[in-house]
Each structure stands twice: as structure tokens, then as C-alpha cells.
């Protein structure tokens, strides 16, 4: 795939990501074929500022988790109140890197069924 568009892509979607995953993520773009761009700019990404943001506000009620994916994860919290508010308080500090997380593996996901 051609470099600017690799590059246009990893600055437009960085906050997607985590840093340390993003030369991986542009080697492996820079490897596809340019026939491949129309599905890499289809994908859609979580926000992790929005997960934060929900878990805050709905973080008890397994919200954050059922948004970016995590239905076990959300039924879990939801039927345990947020593990008694334990588990709800500690999602404030860790849903931004499993939404950047999801989002890594959504992105995986469709590069290999592309591929």
C-alpha cells in the first residue's frame, strides 16, 4: 500500500491504538496490497475517551464493557452491580486500553480476512 496513505490513516486513527502497536500496525498496512484500502477505511474504532467517559457514568451496569465488545465481561458486571463497585472502579483505569485493545484486534481481524 502506498506510504502516504498508510500514514494518512495511522495520524487520522492513533488514538485508536496504543503507541507501542502503531509501527506494527503501519508495517503490516504497508504491506497489504492498495486494493485493501477501501476495507482498511471502512473500519470503524471504539473511542477510548467515550468507554471512559460511559464507565464513569455506567460503569456499574457493565455499559463500557457491552460497547466495546466485552458481552461476558458486561453481563458480569451488569448482574453484580460492578462487582460491588470494585471491579466498576477499577474499569475507570483500564477501559481505555481494552477499548484500544478491541480496536487492535479489529483491525487484525480484518486485515486477515482480507488477506
Known amino acids: 500500500m502506498d506510504a502516504a496513505k498508510v500514514d494518512l ?7 485508536y491504538f496504543e503507541g507501542h502497536q502503531l509501527p506494527l500496525i503501519r508495517q503490516r ?6 486494493s485493501m484500502w ?4 471502512v473500519l470503524q474504532f471504539k473511542d477510548p475517551t467515550t ?8 460503569g456499574s451496569l457493565g455499559i463500557d464493557r457491552f460497547i466495546i465488545g466485552d458481552t461476558g465481561k458486561g453481563v ?5 452491580c460492578g462487582g460491588f463497585g470494585i471491579w466498576a472502579i477499577i474499569d475507570w483505569f483500564m ?4 477499548t484500544r485493545e478491541k480496536n487492535q484486534l479489529r483491525l ?6 482480507s488477506a
Not at 38 to 41: A, E, K, M
Not at 95 to 98: L, V
Not at 108 to 113: D, G, I, K
Open 38 to 41: 477501501n476495507i482498511v477505511q
Open 51 to 58: 468507554s471512559l467517559i460511559v464507565s464513569l457514568l455506567g
Open 29 to 34: 498496512l504497508l504491506e497489504l496490497d492498495d
Open 95 to 98: 477501559i481505555q486500553g481494552a
Open 9 to 15: 490513516f495511522i495520524m487520522t486513527n492513533s488514538k
Open 108 to 113: 487484525q481481524e480484518a486485515l486477515s480476512v
Open 76 to 80: 458480569g458486571k451488569l448482574l453484580t
